[in-house]
């Protein structure tokens, strides 16, 4: 399957689960910031990828979680090195660079999955 191929099916996947017109699943939009979408919907996306692409993602593979119950990942409302690490390794499909030069507020995380970091995800699962 094409890359382009991958990003119509998550623009249907994401204009189905967000209600979202398919003209705003750009690839630089972000799910939270640009799309509306909130925790909720986070569930209905996963489901919404594994039923389209016929594959499963565990809990925590796509969208990071449990970050705020570890004080090495979290201090003061903000990532650490070692947080930053973490979910780099965690989350290759995601573009951490505007995130690790400068603000790490934690509440800006769900600004970094975009509509292409989806797009990297399914095409880091579809060659696995």
Do not use: C, Y
């Not at 699943?25 to 990828?49: C, K, M, Q, Y």
């Not at 593979?61 to 705020?68: I, K, W």
């Amino acid at each position: 399957m094409s890359r382009d191929e991958i990003f119509e099916k998550i623009q249907e996947v994401l204009d189905d689960a967000l209600g979202v017109d398919e003209d705003e699943v750009t690839p630089e939009a972000s799910l939270t910031a640009d799309l509306g979408a909130e925790s909720i919907d986070f569930l209905d996306i996963v489901f919404r990828l594994e039923k389209t692409f016929d594959f499963k993602i565990s809990q925590g593979e796509l969208f990071p979680e449990g970050l705020t119950d570890n004080e090495e990942w979290v201090a003061d409302g903000k990532l650490t090195d070692a947080g930053l690490s973490m979910l780099q390794d965690r989350m290759a499909h995601v573009d951490f660079d505007a995130f690790s030069a400068g603000n790490r507020d934690i509440s800006k995380i769900g600004d970094l999955i975009t509509v292409d970091s989806l797009v990297n995800f399914v095409e880091i699962k579809l060659a696995g």
